[in-house]
């Protein structure tokens, strides 16, 4: 069982920062994509951005250039750094650790809220 915990989401006024980290137990990150996803009240989950274990990264075409995800393996732990936030970015983000190799297994964590606003 993996367990993933996030933190750092809260209030921000339009064109701050803030950057979301995920704690995950256990040394999953030769094995896991890890990836935030994000969801709007009344909207579908969808992906934000994704790190696999080999260094590669992608991002959903509305916030790159200013969201950046990376991954400290020593510490477990995958960050997204987002900056000039624009209200559309309100949403719950959820992290994702997908495992890459069979069994094929995916797991969430709780969520944490980002609201801009001014």
């Known amino acids: 069982q993996v367990r993933l915990v996030e933190s750092g989401g809260g209030l921000v006024q339009p064109g701050g920062s803030l950057r979301l980290s995920c704690a995950a137990s256990?040394?999953?990150?030769?094995?896991?994509?890890m990836g935030w996803y994000r969801q709007a009240p009344g909207k579908q989950r969808d992906l934000v951005a994704r790190?696999?274990?080999?260094?590669?990264?992608n991002y959903a075409s509305s916030v790159k250039g200013r969201f950046t995800i990376s991954r400290d393996s020593a510490k477990n732990t995958v960050y997204l750094q987002m900056n000039s936030l624009k209200p559309e970015d309100t949403a719950v983000y959820y992290c994702?650790?997908?495992?890459?190799?069979?069994?094929?297994?995916?797991?969430w964590g709780q969520g944490t809220q980002v609201t801009v606003s001014s």
């Open positions: 994702n650790a997908d495992r890459t190799v069979v069994p094929r297994l995916s797991y």
């Open positions: 256990g040394s999953i990150f030769s094995n896991y994509a």
């Open positions: 790190a696999t274990s080999d260094g590669s990264t």
